[in-house]
């Protein structure tokens, strides 16, 4: 698993708030888990961030780019719109910010939510594709 993605959802827990000022998603905390990355899992609700093919880091200016798809999977669509607005909210033209071993440059939204229907359990599938150009950080 690539470090950065982890990284990435660890800020989103942290600065993903909802209209009431609390934190809309929980990662890395194996109870009551709404975030998580990789592969979406049969009947479980939440948010998914999977890496997505990517350029190769520029070798002379250390820049990298990086692709991550959000996907929502929620038996409520506004649940499910209303993690994708947080996500775009927060990582559209977003300049400059640090997660624990990478300086984000730039991040941006490259499209509005894709609503992908339903799955065969009858949850809601929306996507949304972020790409993300970082540095990482030299201690």
Same mark, same amino acid.
């Given at each position: 698993?690539? #470090? /950065?993605i982890? +990284?990435?959802? +660890?800020?989103?827990?942290?600065?993903?708030?909802?209209d009431? %000022?609390?934190?809309?998603?929980?990662?890395? &905390?194996?109870? &009551?888990? &709404?975030?998580? @990355? %990789?592969?979406?899992?049969?009947?479980? *609700? %939440?948010?998914y961030?999977?890496?997505? #093919?990517?350029? +190769? #880091? *520029?070798?002379?200016?250390?820049?990298? +780019?990086?692709?991550? *798809? /959000?996907?929502?999977? $929620?038996k &409520?669509?506004?649940?499910?719109?209303?993690?994708?607005?947080?996500?775009?909210e927060?990582?559209? $033209?977003?300049?400059?910010?640090?997660?624990?071993?990478?300086?984000?440059?730039?991040?941006?939204?490259?499209?509005?939510p894709i609503?992908?229907? $339903?799955? %065969?359990?009858?949850?809601?599938?929306?996507? @949304?594709?972020?790409?993300?150009?970082?540095?990482?950080? @030299?201690?």
């Amino acid at each position: 698993m690539n #470090p /950065f993605i982890y +990284e990435i959802c +660890e800020y989103l827990e942290t600065y993903g708030l909802n209209d009431n %000022g609390g934190s809309r998603f929980v990662f890395d &905390n194996a109870s &009551n888990n &709404n975030l998580y @990355i %990789g592969e979406l899992v049969r009947g479980v *609700d %939440g948010v998914y961030a999977k890496s997505v #093919p990517s350029a +190769e #880091p *520029d070798p002379y200016t250390a820049m990298q +780019e990086m692709n991550i *798809d /959000f996907w929502s999977r $929620r038996k &409520n669509s506004l649940e499910a719109y209303e993690d994708m607005r947080i996500i775009y909210e927060l990582f559209h $033209r977003h300049l400059e910010f640090d997660t624990s071993n990478y300086k984000v440059r730039f991040s941006r939204v490259l499209s509005q939510p894709i609503d992908l229907d $339903r799955d %065969g359990e009858g949850g809601k599938l929306l996507r @949304i594709s972020v790409k993300f150009t970082m540095t990482y950080l @030299i201690s």
